[in-house]
């Protein structure tokens, strides 16, 4: 089992800043990626950017084309942390952001959840 609790969400103006931090706790041996979606209101729940943890260090990462050269997702292996920095903020961002542990192992897959914090855009 992982445990993932996020924190760093809140209201900000359009074109600041906020960091996003998701904790991680529990077996982590499985997990292969982790990384932040978000789902907007009467909207569905969609990537925002991901980040692969099999090496020790560094990692793959991948982001929306929507947050592409805002956002930066990083990750630090020893602490089981994942952050996403957020810069140039839009009202379209506002949404509930979620931290994501993808385990693969043998042939099964699973995702964890956080439990979800708001982030806020007024314009």
């Known amino acids: 089992q992982v445990q993932l609790v996020e924190s760093g969400g809140g209201l900000v103006e359009a074109g600041k800043s906020l960091n996003l931090s998701c904790q991680a706790s529990g077996n982590m041996y499985t997990i292969k990626s982790m990384g932040w979606y978000r789902q907007a209101s009467g909207k569905e729940r969609e990537l925002v950017a991901s980040i692969t943890t099999t090496t020790t260090s560094g990692g793959s990462a991948k982001y929306a084309d929507s947050v592409k050269g805002r956002f930066t997702i990083s990750r630090d292996n020893a602490k089981n942390t994942v952050d996403l920095q957020m810069n140039s903020l839009k009202p379209e961002d506002t949404a509930v952001y979620y931290c994501?542990?993808?385990?693969?192992?043998?042939?099964?897959?699973?995702?964890?959840w956080g439990q979800g914090t708001q982030v806020t855009v007024s314009s």
């Open positions: 994501n542990a993808w385990s693969s192992y043998l042939s099964d897959e699973y995702d964890y």
